[in-house]
Nanobody
């Protein structure tokens, strides 16, 4: 079992950058496939990015491709989401999630462990 906690959210102007972090408990962090999801007010939770246990097999939603970068540091039990060129439509609560499997998944239903979320607000 793994416990994850997100941090790094905040208020930023359009065009700016933020880096989200997700710290995980446990000594087998590299076994977990990690994903970032987001949920805007009145909308369903949607996939943002995912990464495999070794840092390979990276997937992005089309809406963030070229602007967001997911990475992980297994020595620090942490996964990151670097967000550049932020737009007002990126405003949402961002969630970190973990699962055990062979490949990362873009489906929230494949993830077993979730953080509480961190708010990202992009002002235009």
């Amino acid at each position: 079992q793994v416990h994850v906690v997100e941090s790094g959210g905040g208020l930023v102007q359009a065009g700016g950058s933020l880096r989200l972090s997700c710290a995980a408990s446990g000594r087998t962090f590299s076994m977990y496939l990690m994903g970032w999801f987001r949920q805007a007010p009145g909308k369903e939770r949607e996939f943002v990015a995912a990464i495999g246990g070794s840092g390979g097999s990276i997937y992005y939603a089309d809406s963030v491709k070229g602007r967001f970068t997911i990475s992980r540091d297994n020595a620090k039990n942490t996964v990151y989401l670097q967000m550049n060129s932020l737009k007002s439509e990126d405003t949402a609560v961002y969630f970190c999630a973990a699962r055990i499997g062979e490949l990362p998944s873009t489906s929230q239903y494949q993830y077993n462990y979730w953080g509480q979320g961190t708010q990202v607000t992009v002002s235009s």
